[in-house]
């Protein structure tokens, strides 16, 4: 069974910091991309991020950039993002997504999908 359990969410002030973790099981790690959506109170969800296991190429949105960081550790099946400089605008329930396209993922088509942590910026 395909398990992916986030965790490292909660309650930051602007400008704070936070690490979700992203444990995956239940299918080979390594022939994987690992992802993250977040979706806002009455927004659509949006891709975030992912990087791609295999050759360790990360992806993001602009607005992400240069204040969260995708990593993985690979003997753990666990992908992790650091997200720096929180913003208020940042607020969202954040999912971890697999698949084995980075292209599914982008779209929001990822075969997994976690249950998805809270992230609550306080401005």
């Known amino acids: 069974e395909v398990q992916l359990v986030e965790s490292g969410g909660g309650l930051v002030q602007a400008g704070g910091s936070l690490r979700l973790s992203c444990a995956a099981s239940?299918?080979?790690?390594?022939?994987?991309?690992i992802g993250w959506f977040r979706q806002a109170p009455g927004k659509e969800r949006e891709f975030v991020s992912c990087?791609?296991?295999?050759?360790?190429?990360?992806y993001e949105i602009d607005s992400v950039k240069g204040r969260f960081t995708i990593s993985s550790d690979n003997a753990k099946n666990t992908v992790f993002l650091q997200m720096n400089s929180l913003e208020p605008e940042d607020t969202a329930v954040y999912y971890c997504v697999a698949d084995v396209l980075v292209s599914a993922i982008v779209v929001g088509r990822a075969d997994y999908w976690g249950q998805g942590t809270q992230v609550t910026v306080s401005s």
């Open positions: 239940g299918f080979t790690f390594d022939d994987y991309a």
């Open positions: 990087i791609n296991i295999k050759d360790s190429r990360t």
